[in-house]
């Protein structure tokens, strides 16, 4: 048994290193195949080991030599679709650093250079792979050459030179620059780039071969024509092969033409037409021919030539130069010579069709038909970009759109010039043009980023540099940036040229100065301005910020002087309201309010349907009625509100107008205008508020049944509001009716329960109890009232005045008694309450209980029954016949309770009868004597004092008229409101 799985183990092992042998053998046949160039059975190799050994590490090795293996069999379709699948794949690869070169690569090939581009860009990315992003970067440059982005061809060749790639690639890159710098046009780098190439580089002949012939491209378009044909002469002996000898040769032909070596110029174009049968310069030739007498000055013999090359040609292209030399010919004759450029325009040659439209437009713009120039320079401009008069057109075109009011041609014509020509001599003009646009639309920082620009560009025009600084600086300002703004209007000012700009600029700065609160410097910038003669435009704005700042100094006087100045001297409409609407409110801080009123007349007059007039109106009518002009202020609230809409101010003319009335003592009216307002302004406090002060003026005058109609008419009308209570209460204490009180109080124990005023009505209503000795009252009212949720405070007033004049009744003892049980009255009404049981008990016979509560009453010391309760037990001593001591209980009222006046008088009166009727004369005569003095009765007459004798007795069931009195509403003091 052991045996057999020791053998088992063995051959697991022998099984397990074949294995390993056969997957490192299949990876070496397809490396092997791939470096034979076997491509194809390279990529069978290895596409058998990713089958049978998908868990090797070296399988994402395997698939990448699958997809650059397809490209070396120049399948580029299926490279890039490897490639996409390789990233979703193997997302964790190294090799994923190298796959975008071979996907970049397989577009090139297909020639689809715009996705190579992206692909080679991202490989550029990965700078640890320097081989891969070197040639990335190379054939990023063809591909931007092959999609004319000249200047990003240069990027990528010069990010090449900087990789330091080597000897080869770094000429290339050079060369490949001098090149991109040539289309670009920007000859005199071209020419630095070949220079040095030729010095540094000389030794790399693949790069050299081209370079002579570049340089003398670059000096025939500087028209340096001496170092161009030397150029192109050492270019064709050394060069002989190069595909650009033909147009080296028509150019040494042409440039002898230029030079008028016209021998030379005839021996390069015979070669040209011999060598180039079919080059695309034959014609051109010819055509120096042709020049060569226009040279000269033969325009007749030139003319001669060119019509036998139109006769013969039959390329368009030829044709169309041919045309435009005709057209050469005719100059002098503008009509003839367009309608020759007017062929040549039409023509596949896009130089010669560009400067045939030049020509054209500029004779139709010297013929003044303005139309037919800009149609003809706007196609100029937007099909040939490589003309040499573009930028002399585009700039015209922006003449023409800025006077024609043409804005969104302009703006968008703008951006192109500055897009398409940093380095012009006029960036500073396009761009204060374009900011003009942007600040127009409202674009203040787009604006402000053309502005700025302006100033980072040379140039010596100072007018534009100062209208800009001027401009950013009123950007800021609308910013509310006015420390920034003052910096760029100081700018301007520091010129010594006193002109338009320089005064708006100090108006600027003063602004920016009171906006950050440094008014003493604004006042500086404000009153130079001022001081300027003749005055400025903006004078009168300085006046007007002068008055400002005196009024919020508190200079009254001084800021209407400053207002007066701006509203007589403003050219601008707006200035002068505003200034007179200032003038008029600095003539009511002075308290002229005659004069406030005329200002704001003049505003009104000025214009009616200014948003302030309205306003003017009102304050003009507001100035007169503090002078009491009441006719005079409606007037203008009437007329103010005839035009006043917006809603607050509206809402305060109807009150004023209300008002008014009311001062005229027109009710009617002013009742009207209150019940408009309540209407227009439903929420509004104000019609509540003028019904109570007309209710308060009604009242005033004694006209109390309106002013208790008025006062009800605002509770009824205006629930919420919190005067409807003060309202509700004032109608009830002025109502004299008993039931039309009645009805008053309960309505407003019902709905006031519990408060101050509430404890008031309680106590009015409890005095109309104590008093309704007629019994007007009806009880149902009392008891509708009673079964209201009140408080008990207010239920034990109501209570005690209805049994008050029924203290002798039988019931009111448990009245009373039930009412002291009640938990939450005052000490006050308890203490009534006591009194009243102490009555009734007095009432009753039981004189002792009546005692014992007299006492208690006494002992609480309440000043407003103590001195009632101490009057009833001296009336118990008067009961029990104990005369002295009655009199001497009876005087403890006025030394006690003094405050009580008529308690004092009845006590003075009392005492008087008893000390009398005790005997004792002398204590009389003092006691009489004080009731009289306190305001009291001559008791003279009624006890005459005859010879010092003792009068008789009376009997003691007789009662004056005095005695019979027993505590009424004439006693208890009344709570005023």
């Known amino acids: 048994m052991k045996k057999r799985i020791l053998i088992l183990l063995i051959s697991c092992i022998l099984t397990i290193n074949v294995s390993a042998q056969s997957g490192t053998q299949l990876f070496q046949e397809g490396r092997d195949a791939f470096s034979d160039k076997l491509f194809s059975r390279s990529i069978e190799s290895f596409r058998d080991f990713i089958n049978q050994y998908p868990s090797d590490p070296r399988v994402d090795q395997a698939d990448y030599m699958i997809g650059v293996s397809l490209f070396y ?27 975008h070169y071979w996907k970049g690569l397989s577009y090139y090939g297909q020639e689809n250079f715009r996705s190579a581009i992206i692909e080679l860009n991202q490989q550029s990315l990965f700078k640890e792979e320097l081989y891969f992003r070197q040639k990335s970067l190379q054939l990023l440059g063809y591909s931007y050459e092959k999609t004319e982005q000249y200047e990003l061809a240069g990027d990528s060749y010069k990010a090449l030179f900087e990789s ?90 042409t440039l002898y033409a230029l030079m008028n070596q016209q021998d030379d110029a005839k021996e390069y174009m015979n070669l040209l037409t011999t060598e180039y049968p079919d080059s695309s310069y034959i014609m051109d030739a010819h055509i120096i021919l042709a020049e060569s007498y226009m040279e000269d000055g033969d325009m007749l013999a030139a003319r001669t030539s060119l019509t036998k090359l139109l006769e013969e040609e039959k390329d368009p292209v030829e044709i169309q130069k041919l045309q435009f030399n005709m057209g ?30 030049y020509r054209s437009g500029v004779i139709y713009e010297n013929k003044g038909e303005v139309e037919r120039t800009v149609l003809l320079f706007e196609k100029l401009f937007n099909q040939y970009r490589n003309n040499d008069h573009r930028e002399e057109v585009g700039k015209w075109m922006v003449n023409y759109y800025e006077t024609s009011g043409q804005e969104l041609a302009l703006k968008n014509h703008l951006d192109r010039m500055l897009g398409e020509y940093p380095e012009t001599l006029n960036r500073s003009l396009y761009l204060y043009k374009r900011g003009n646009l942007a600040y127009k639309e409202g674009k203040n920082n787009e604006a402000l980023r053309y502005y700025q620009n302006i100033l980072n560009v040379e140039s010596e025009d100072t007018q534009i540099i100062n209208e800009t600084r001027y401009r950013i600086g009123y950007i800021y300002t609308l910013r509310k940036e006015f420390y920034r703004a003052s910096d760029y209007f100081n700018d301007v000012l520091v010129s010594d040229k006193k002109d338009e700009l320089y005064f708006r600029s100090l108006l600027s700065l003063g602004i920016c100065y009171l906006n950050v609160k440094d008014i003493d410097e604004a006042e500086i910038r404000f009153k130079e301005l001022t001081s300027v003669k003749p005055s400025t435009p903006w004078t009168a704005d300085a006046n007007f910020y002068l008055g400002q700042i005196q009024m919020d100094k508190g200079l009254y006087d001084e800021a209407a002087l400053y207002f007066a100045s701006a509203a007589s001297s403003s050219e601008n409409k707006e200035r002068n309201i505003q200034s007179l609407y200032q003038l008029g409110w600095s003539y009511m801080r002075t308290a002229s309010f005659l004069k406030a009123s005329e200002a704001f007349d003049e505003l009104w007059d000025l214009d009616s349907e200014h948003l302030l007039s309205g306003d003017s109106l009102y304050r003009s009518g507001t100035a007169l009625s503090y002078l009491e002009l009441w006719d005079e202020s409606l007037i203008r609230y009437l007329k103010a509100l005839d035009i006043v809409e917006f809603f607050s101010l509206r809402e305060e003319l109807l009150y004023q107008t209300a008002w008014s009335y009311f001062m005229l003592k027109d009710f009617d009216s002013a009742m009207t205008y209150l019940q408009q307002l309540e209407q227009e302004f439903p929420g509004s406090p104000l019609p509540a508020d003028g019904l109570f002060r007309a209710a308060e003026a009604l009242n005033e005058n004694g006209n109390k049944t309106a002013a208790v109609t008025a006062y009800l008419i605002l509770y009824h009308d205006f629930e919420e509001n919190p005067l409807s209570e003060t309202a509700l209460y004032r109608a009830l204490s002025l109502t004299e009716n008993k039931t039309e009180k009645l009805g008053l109080i309960e309505e407003f124990l019902r709905r006031y329960s519990g408060n101050d005023r509430s404890l008031q009505a309680a106590i009015q209503l409890e005095e109309m109890l ?52 009640l938990p939450e009255i005052r000490s006050n009404e308890y203490e009534k309450i006591k009194l009243y049981r102490a009555i009734w008990h007095y009432h009753a016979g039981n004189t002792e209980q009546a005692e014992i509560l007299f006492s208690e009453v006494l002992s609480g010391d309440s000043s407003e029954y103590s001195a009632e309760a101490q009057s009833y037990i001296s009336r118990i001593l008067q009961d029990k016949g104990e005369w002295k001591n009655a009199a001497d ?79 009424s509403s004439d006693v208890l003091p009344l709570i005023d409101d």
């Open 73 to 99: 069999l120049r399948k580029f379709d299926q490279v890039i679709n490897h490639f996409d699948r390789y990233e979703m794949n193997y997302p964790s690869s190294a090799y994923l650093r190298r796959i």
């Open 164 to 253: 330091d790639p080597g000897k080869e690639l770094s000429a290339l890159s050079l060369e490949r620059q001098g090149y991109i710098q040539l289309k670009l046009k920007q000859y005199d780098k071209a020419l630095d780039f070949f220079e040095k190439v030729t010095v540094e580089y000389s030794e790399i002949p693949q790069v050299m071969k081209e370079i002579p012939f570049y340089q003398a491209e670059c000096y025939y378009q500087l028209k340096d024509y001496d170092n161009s044909l030397k150029k192109y002469e050492s270019f064709l002996a050394l060069y002989s092969k190069s595909e650009n000898r033909e147009k080296a040769v028509f150019r040494l032909g």
């Open 328 to 357: 050469k010919t005719w100059d002098e004759t503008p009509d003839e010579a367009l309608s020759w450029y007017l062929k040549s325009s039409k023509g596949l040659d896009p130089d010669i069709a560009g400067e045939s439209l």
């Open 770 to 821: 104590k008093t309704d000795s007629d019994g007007e009252l009806e009880l149902k009212e009392i008891e509708k009232i009673l079964s209201l949720s009140l408080s008990d405070s207010e239920r034990a007033l109501i209570e005690l005045g209805r049994v008050y004049p029924h203290l002798e009744d039988e019931k009111s003892l448990q009245i009373l008694n039930d009412l002291s049980e």
């Open 889 to 967: 209980a009876y005087l403890i009222i006025p030394y006690r309770y003094s405050d009580q006046t008529d308690w004092v008088l009845k006590a003075l009166y009392e005492a008087s009868l008893s000390y009398q009727k005790s005997g004792d004369i002398e204590s009389y005569r003092r006691t009489a004597k004080m009731l009289l003095e306190a305001g009291g009765e001559d008791l003279s007459e009624l006890f005459p004092d005859t010879d010092g004798s003792t009068p008789e007795a009376e009997d003691s069931d007789s009662k004056t008229d005095l005695e019979s009195l027993s505590p």
